[in-house]
């Protein structure tokens, strides 16, 4: 079975830190990759996409990829309180490309 | 707000009621699909229309029955449920179906069977 692993969490850090947060993935044939957030009782948004090796910046949020170690991981620069929230991981994997999600992480912000 | 428009966004009923979950893309997307959340879970996939054809079907039980009008609408039509079908039924849209493509979630139906 193709799998996206997170961190099981939850994650605390302070406002004004850096939010590390990783995701690793066992499908190698997997391309392209998404970390959505989720606010309790709400829908998952799409907040970064990354579909090659390196580093892509989005305002304080940046995600790593790294296909060699099949790995993935999203930087939030400045944490906010208003980032608390869980962080879905997620890849397209297998033959019927379908969008696996990990487990997600819940991190919290403490002001 | 998003782009994706599912309604209602609440729904409570018996096991014996017939209902249908709606939802509305208006971003020209070619792929629709129907998740199930449970609490501190993540989306799991059900349904997945591409072209306006089923395209993957997850094994999901008859009791759900998964429709495509058209391009911009898909409906989840819903009969006999069980009390563990309670959940958050995400609808999402992507420009077409395979690897590249995000997805975007609409705001979920949250559904309550008693």
């Known amino acids: 079975q193709k799998e996206v692993e997170q961190n099981s969490g939850p994650l605390s850090v302070p406002e004004g830190a850096i939010a590390s947060l990783n995701c690793t993935y066992s499908d190698r044939g997997s391309q392209s990759f998404f970390w959505y957030r989720q606010y309790s009782g709400k829908s998952p948004e799409l907040i970064m996409s990354i579909y090659s090796n390196g580093d892509k910046e989005d305002g304080r949020f940046t995600a790593q990829l790294n296909k060699a170690s099949q790995y993935v991981s999203l930087l939030i620069r400045d944490s906010q309180p208003s980032d608390s929230a869980t962080y879905l991981c997620?890849?397209?994997?297998?033959?019927?490309?379908?969008?696996?999600f990990g487990k997600g992480i819940t991190l919290s912000v403490r002001p | 707000d998003t782009e994706v428009t599912q309604t209602p966004k609440h729904l409570v009923m018996g096991m014996t009621n017939k209902k249908s979950l709606k939802c509305e893309q208006h971003?020209?997307?070619?792929?629709m699909y129907w998740y199930k959340q449970k609490a501190k879970k993540p989306p799991e996939l059900m349904f997945v229309?591409?072209?306006?054809?089923?395209?993957i079907n997850e094994s999901v039980p008859s009791r759900f029955s998964p429709e495509c009008p058209n391009s911009s609408l898909l409906n989840l039509h819903l009969h006999a449920l069980q009390p563990e079908d309670s959940a958050l039924y995400l609808c999402?849209?992507?420009?077409?179906?395979?690897?590249?493509?995000?997805?975007?979630f609409g705001d979920g139906t949250r559904l309550s069977i008693l």
């Open positions: 999402a849209s992507s420009d077409r179906t395979g690897d590249n493509q995000p997805q975007h």
């Open positions: 997620a890849a397209y994997t297998g033959a019927n490309s379908k969008l696996t």
């Open positions: 971003m020209g997307h070619r792929a």
């Open positions: 229309y591409s072209y306006e054809k089923l395209s």
